[in-house]
Structures are given as C-alpha cells and as structure tokens.
C-alpha cells in the first residue's frame, strides 16, 4: 500500500519522501523507479515508534524538499494470533503493535504538524483498518491499535483545525505480505465479498489522495475500503 501510495502521488506531481524502518531495498526500488519515470523521491529509514526518529524523518523531508504538505501514516506492524488465545498475547506483541501503529502515527504527526502548518491545503492521512470497526483481524491487539487510530483522527482533526485536514482510510483484506496471511485466505475471502474482489493497493492509494488532495472539506472522517464486506457482510 504504501508503495502504489508513493507512486500514485508522485504521478501527480508531488516529490515524496519513502519511509522504511527495515526494508531498504524494497524502499529504495520504489523512490528508484519513481526518478527513472521523471518524478522526485527519496528512501529515508526510519523506526517511527521512536519519537527522535520520527523528528528526523521530517528533518530529512524539508532538508531534501523545503517543505511538506501531506503526511500518511502507513506504518504497521502485527503477528497472527487467534483472538481466543489470550496467553499467546505477551507483552512484547502488544508493546511493538502499539508502538508502531499507534505510538508511531502519534509521534509523525506531532513532528510533522510545525511544517503541515506552513502549507495551505496541508493533510494527514492515517491508514487503519476495517479492523478498527469489526473487532476482528490479524490478532485482538491489532484492532484495538487500529481502533485507537480512527479515534486519535478524529480526535486531530478537532486540534488541527481549521490549518490541517486528518482523516483515516480502512482497508479491509488486501492481498500484501503483511502478517503473513496464506494465499487461501485471500481467496476465500473474494468469494464472499459483495464485489467479488478484494480491494487492491491502487484502491487503497486512489483514496488515500482522494482524502489528501480532493476532500478539502472533509475532516475527522473515516473510508472503509474493503469491497463492501463490513457494510453488507459476506455474499455466498
């Protein structure tokens, strides 16, 4: 998601700043390929759930650029856990997803809001998950993170206003690597969703920009992308 999220921007003209914490090479393919095709772009490590990194990051972002006018949030991390299993739940995985999905949007925002200030039109998108509504997902501390993320949107959308624009998308199963889900599970999944198929990354981008670029008068909101699953429930 993040990937086509960097593309897309980056075909309508922004420079873009790709974030990564491990996956260098996957990171620097991306801001590789975006200068081959004529566009602007820059890899920048950085663990967001440490408060002086996210700092950097934003450093790295006017250093290069001289400026920022749109944050997302894309930052995830979680491990597969049946939400029955409450011993399976140690504290070491419910502080790395909290501090990565929650902690880390909280410590990019605050560390990007002097520069977003400066911009007219200037937005943060938070990437949630449908999880945040259904209570299901990867592992119960998953959604209670991203649960945590629809509510502090909202909650930055009041601090924010009117200078800033913070609302989240929610995606619901996307066929990624993320939390090592079997190849099975998605396609289980798209025989039962009303549309017939799961919501890809570019679906995920398309919104992400709608919320970014278009929505200038909407803030505090929430989109669910997930081909219509949790609104309707499973088609058999």
């Known amino acids: ?11 309508e003209g922004a420079s873009v700043v790709v974030n990564y914490s491990q996956s260098r090479e996957e990171a620097e393919h991306v801001a590789r390929s975006i200068r081959e095709r004529g566009g602007s772009a820059k890899a920048v490590r950085a663990d967001v759930s440490k408060q002086l990194q996210a700092v950097e990051l934003m450093s790295a972002a006017e250093s290069e650029f001289g400026r920022l006018d749109f944050l997302v949030n894309n930052a995830g991390w979680s491990t597969r856990i049946p939400h029955r299993h409450f011993e399976d739940l140690t504290d ?9 999905n929650l902690r880390g949007m909280f410590y990019c925002v605050r560390a990007a ?45 009041r601090a924010l206003a009117p200078k800033i624009r913070v609302n989240a998308v929610l995606p619901g199963f996307v066929r990624t690597r993320f939390a090592g ?42 989109l669910v992308v997930d081909g219509g699953m949790s609104t309707l429930g499973p088609t058999l």
């Open 113 to 157: 809001v002097p520069l977003l200030e400066k911009r007219d039109g200037a937005a943060i998108v938070n990437i949630a998950s449908v999880a945040a509504l259904t209570g299901q997902g990867s592992s119960m501390v998953y959604a209670a993170s991203k649960a945590g993320m629809v509510t502090m949107t909202k909650s930055l959308a």
């Open 181 to 222: 889900w079997p190849q099975k599970a998605f396609e289980d999944a798209e025989k039962i969703t009303p549309l017939r198929r799961l919501a890809t990354v570019e679906d995920i981008a398309d919104a992400v920009l709608f919320f970014a670029v278009h929505a200038m008068g909407t803030t505090g909101e929430t």
């Open 1 to 11: 998601m993040g990937r086509a999220t960097a593309e897309l921007f980056a075909r």
């Open 92 to 100: 070491e995985i419910w502080d790395r997803t909290l501090d990565t």
